[in-house]
DNA sequence: CTCAGTGCAAAGGATTTGCATGCCG
DNA sequence: CGGCATGCAAATCCTTTGCACTGAG
């Protein structure tokens, strides 16, 4: 895990100040590495955390590309660090608890999946960016239960 | 399009009565077969349409296994038929309008794709049971704005 | 007729915004 | 110090729920 000079570094990099809120959210991000609830986050802030300031702060730091945002099948944000992020990966829930995964598949698998995406431009007119996959299954402490 | 009568019996196969806002949500729905808002149903109803009345047939409906729903990037409920649904696809949204469409993979890329998900189940432990891949872009006339 | 289904209004949960105060640089 | 960032509270947006009334069977 980085240090928190580290981390501050990597905020005025970005042209942001390096306030608490900002610092906490990378290290809580860093510390558990797959997508967290926002309520998560709030309860693992040892000080206090206003839910405005986590929303500001996921935006601006979202905004910068130092971390990633997700919305979970039930339509709620999940945020993790771009850390992880930068190998592109995708996401497994939880249909039991909602909690999320993150996996990667070959790199065979993923040049497939962009050659068919890349039809979609040319048969459609659209523009396509980017993909990702989300898996819904059941996870081992909800199997167990 | 299936004709009315058609729709009623589809209800009631499923044990629901066929009411006007069910069997109205159903002909929206194969009217523009892709991926429509809460918004948009709303606003293709012809007659009265309560919010309250069309969550909830919604979700009747999509108990009965007639309608499909998901989730947008932006966090928004989309809904669409099961007639589309059947085959399973994906779905491409335009980041500059948030309108959703359907696409397809070729069987192999999908036999690809299933067979690297079986490996989650062994590596991690969980038990997956469907995945969804959404693709990001911008729509022709988005492209053109 | 009778009860499931509807519309309306109020409640809820997640996220956003306004504003006075506080902390970073 | 000066101004951007925070915390608190109120506002907003989407969705759900309670309840009296209506229409499908």
Redesign the interface.
Request: aromatic share 6%.
């Given at each position: 895990m980085e240090t928190t000079p580290e981390r501050k570094v990597k905020l005025r990099g970005q042209g942001l100040s390096a306030t608490r809120p900002r610092l906490e959210l990378l290290q809580i991000l860093e510390n558990d590495p797959r997508p967290q609830s926002i309520e998560e986050i709030i309860s693992s802030s040892s000080g206090k955390l206003a839910l405005s300031t986590l929303y500001r702060a996921i935006s601006e730091l979202l905004d910068a590309g130092l971390i990633e945002t997700l919305?979970?099948?039930?339509?709620?944000?999940l945020v993790e660090t771009t850390l992880q992020a930068t190998a592109h990966h995708h996401h497994?829930f939880?249909?039991g608890c909602d909690k999320a995964?993150d996996?990667e598949?070959?790199d065979d698998?993923e040049k497939?999946?962009e050659a068919?995406?890349k039809n979609?431009?040319i048969s459609?007119?659209?523009?396509?960016?980017?993909?990702?996959?989300?898996?819904?299954?059941?996870?081992?402490q909800c199997?167990v239960r």
């Open positions: 919305v979970s099948p039930d339509g709620k944000t497994v939880c249909k995964i996996i598949f070959s698998l497939n999946i068919e995406v979609i431009e459609n007119g659209w523009k396509v960016s980017d993909h990702s996959i989300e898996i819904l299954g059941i996870c081992e199997t």
